[in-house]
């Protein structure tokens, strides 16, 4: 669990999703957070007074713009973002497992939720991150987005569009240094997480490497953690290993 201090603000992206949830939840466990923004398309209520639901459409500008303001309006600083979002399968949308399966409307839209939107959303919050102490804003990426480390092949929209996503985060991050040098800018992998997302794909998963989302933000907290503003702009997963390019 990340030790930030006592009067800190979080954002958590896709707080209705599997890994949104479950880090909000652990957020929430912690007495250093005075406000935890959760947005999501679907707005919640909590008995607990810190969480505080807002409804975004992280694909809409205006709706990350309003969301924003509803947020800056409560609070001076924010201490940690976490984009948990992301697209791999829909009613009309699979892995292309072959290039004759590639088709434009699909890319559009995988490229929309998985690359567009965390850099929207990143361009929106940066301004209200913390400057005094270190913040963290981070996405959630995945390691098949690593060209690196793509032996396999297949998935190219899924694949493609974390690999753009690692790009423009690398990319904001050299940026932030200047302007904000205690913002440490990253991306997470969080493993294979029992969520709707994985649900189609876990039949090959090792015994003991899917994790109930609980784990996986706990992971995810974990690293976090013990990040410093020297780490901003690298890529880790979920056991703080970094993960090539």
């Given at each position: 669990m990340p030790e930030f201090s006592a009067g800190s603000n979080a954002i958590i992206v896709g707080s209705q999703g599997g890994i949104g949830s479950a880090l909000v939840s652990q957020l929430g466990q912690s007495k250093s957070f005075d406000?935890?923004?959760?947005?999501s398309r679907q707005p919640s209520s909590s008995n607990d007074k810190r969480l505080i639901s807002i409804d975004c459409d992280i694909t809409d500008t205006e709706s990350v713009e309003l969301s924003k303001e509803k947020i800056s309006a409560q609070v001076a600083k924010i201490d940690l973002v976490i984009i948990a979002t992301g697209i791999l399968h829909g009613d009309r949308i699979k892995p292309e497992k072959r290039m004759e399966d590639i088709e434009i409307p699909n890319m559009q839209q995988v490229f929309a939720i998985n690359t567009?939107?965390?850099i929207l959303l990143a361009?929106?919050?940066?301004?209200?991150?913390?400057?005094?102490?270190?913040?963290?804003?981070?996405?959630?990426?995945?390691?098949?987005?690593s060209i690196g480390d793509n032996r396999l092949g297949g998935w190219y929209s899924y694949r493609a569009?974390?690999?753009?996503?690692?790009?423009?985060?690398?990319?904001?991050?050299?940026?932030?240094?200047?302007?904000?040098?205690?913002?440490?800018?990253?991306l997470l992998h969080p493993g294979t997480t029992d969520t709707?997302?994985?649900?189609?794909?876990?039949?090959?998963?090792?015994?003991?490497?899917?994790?109930?989302?609980?784990?996986?933000?706990?992971?995810?907290l974990g690293v976090v953690d013990g990040l410093t503003p020297e780490d901003s702009g690298n890529f880790y997963a979920w056991d703080g290993k970094q993960i090539e390019w």
């Open positions: 406000k935890i923004f959760c947005l567009f939107a965390p361009k929106t919050f940066s301004p209200l991150m913390n400057t005094q102490t270190p913040a963290v804003l981070a996405a959630v990426s995945a390691r098949v987005g569009s974390k690999a753009a996503l690692n790009m423009y985060f690398r990319t904001l991050a050299i940026e932030m240094k200047r302007r904000n040098p205690k913002l440490v800018v990253t709707r997302l994985s649900a189609p794909f876990q039949k090959n998963v090792p015994e003991g490497k899917l994790f109930p989302p609980e784990k996986t933000a706990n992971y995810l």
